[in-house]
């Protein structure tokens, strides 16, 4: 069923192969052999799915123009979980794109009942780890961007009910705002585009947040005017909605086309080069061009007790706002890959990929890769025993929140919202 994902409901465990096969998610792999550096998230196994990362991988290669935009709802502090969507924005950042981060006061309001004021507080905190992170770009509350609620209208033209029944299971008795939530953050995903150029859009989030994503791609393909599609020999353009002058425009624009009711066809041209063309068309004839979001997926930090790190379940997570004696207390108490006995764990050796504190170094805690290796290599062979492993990873994890702290404490200052 499509509403097996709902990005409200907390606690699911997701399966990455059914999500492979059933939501037309693709495996990262193949699609970043064109970045000239792969992060480590993408090598560590973090970041396992894709929609569309080819054209972000090409842009990136090709040094052309692209977006990077997530969002995060305000409904509490931010934690060590968000931590991954933030580093991703940032390396694209680093990597030439145009940094965009919202936050869904609007989500948190409407969705989780959190006041404005708090949706305020916990906002710049947001903001603040962002900062300490090197994030460099535009961002924005939801319920203070005028622009954004527009685009939101414009593109609720496009969706119906039984749509969002579709994807997300909405009732009768589902309240009004929930489907506001649903058109601002589509808006909020479209939005570097209205904001700049037409250009590539990559959306990194949590697994929860595809049906965003699919929604989303569904509206930027019907806010077009045309469509450009390579034919048997020739490439069609079709108008869906688009003023005469414009399609009159498009036949100009390639000499030896031909014009129908509704099309222009086009031969001896890229499709790649037409549908640039037509972007600028479209533009110069107030329509939007959107170009379809891409987005990645990641896989969900355990928190140390063992399920999702959620602020609902206050040992699970790690806050940046932790005492260190309680830091360290939670990590010394996570539960382990470790054997039953002493003397299995010696002779068989840990079960790190299933290790909460394994994965927490994975995640945020060694980048090296090497060290991160040989870290796996002493626990499966069972040369190092969770008690020392467990000791080590503390030190790291207070050492990383005193300066991630110090950094996001500097960051504050700055944060005017
Ligand atoms: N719904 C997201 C969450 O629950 C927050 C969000 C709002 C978002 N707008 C977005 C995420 C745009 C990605 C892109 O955390
Ligand atoms: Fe986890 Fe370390 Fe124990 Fe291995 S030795 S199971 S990585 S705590």
Redesign the pocket.
């Known amino acids: 069923m499509a509403h097996d994902i709902n ?2 409901s907390s606690n699911q465990t997701l399966d990455v192969g059914k999500l492979f096969s059933e939501f037309g998610i693709e495996p990262i792999t193949p699609a970043i052999s064109d970045l000239p550096e792969i992060p480590y998230f993408m090598r560590r196994g973090i970041v396992v799915g894709h929609r569309d990362y080819r054209q972000i991988a090409s842009a990136i290669k090709n040094k052309t123009p692209f977006h990077i ?5 305000p409904s509490g502090h931010p934690h060590l979980g968000h931590l991954m ?1 933030m580093k991703e924005v940032v390396w694209h950042v680093q990597q030439g794109g145009n940094g965009y981060v ?3 006061d609007r ?1 948190a309001y409407a ?1 989780r009942g959190t006041s404005w004021e708090k949706c305020r507080d916990f906002g710049k905190e947001y903001l603040a780890c962002l900062y300490a992170l090197g994030f460099e770009g535009t961002t924005y509350f ?1 319920s203070r961007n005028e622009r954004l609620k527009d685009l939101a209208f414009e593109a609720a033209t496009k969706v119906n009910f039984s749509e969002l029944t579709a994807i997300y299971g909405f009732s009768p008795e589902t309240d009004l705002a929930h489907a506001e ?1 649903v058109i ?2 589509v808006a ?2 479209l939005y570097p585009q209205i904001d700049r150029v037409p250009a590539p859009t990559l ?4 697994i ?2 595809d049906p ?2 699919r929604l989303t791609r569904g509206v930027a393909h019907k806010m077009r005017m045309f469509t450009v599609e390579e034919r048997n020999g020739y490439v069609s353009v079709r108008s869906k909605n688009a003023p005469d002058a414009a399609l009159a425009a498009v036949h100009k624009a390639f000499a030896g086309s031909k014009k129908y009711e509704g099309h222009v066809d086009i031969r001896d041209a890229q499709c790649a080069d037409v549908s640039v063309k037509v972007r600028e068309i479209e533009r110069a004839h107030g329509g939007y061009a959107f170009y379809m979001p891409s987005s990645t997926y990641h896989i969900f930090m355990p928190g140390l007790n063992g399920g999702k790190m959620s602020s609902s379940i206050p040992e699970s997570i790690i806050s940046f706002y932790e005492p260190e004696a309680m830091m360290r207390k939670k990590v010394m108490s996570g539960i382990t890959g470790g054997r039953m006995t002493l003397e299995e764990q010696k002779r068989l050796g840990g079960e790190p990929d299933t290790c909460s504190l394994f994965l927490l170094n994975l995640f945020h805690m060694v980048t090296d890769d090497t060290d991160l290796a040989e870290i796996r290599r002493k626990c499966l062979s069972g040369e190092i025993l969770c008690g020392q492993c467990k000791k080590d990873t503390a030190e790291r994890v207070v050492a990383f929140l005193k300066d991630f702290k110090e950094k996001m404490d500097a960051a504050a200052d700055n944060i005017v919202v």
């Open positions: 990005p409200w935009l997530t969002g995060f709802m969507v919202t936050i869904a989500e969705v939801q939530c601002t953050q909020d995903i959306v990194p989030v949590g929860d947040q965003h994503i």
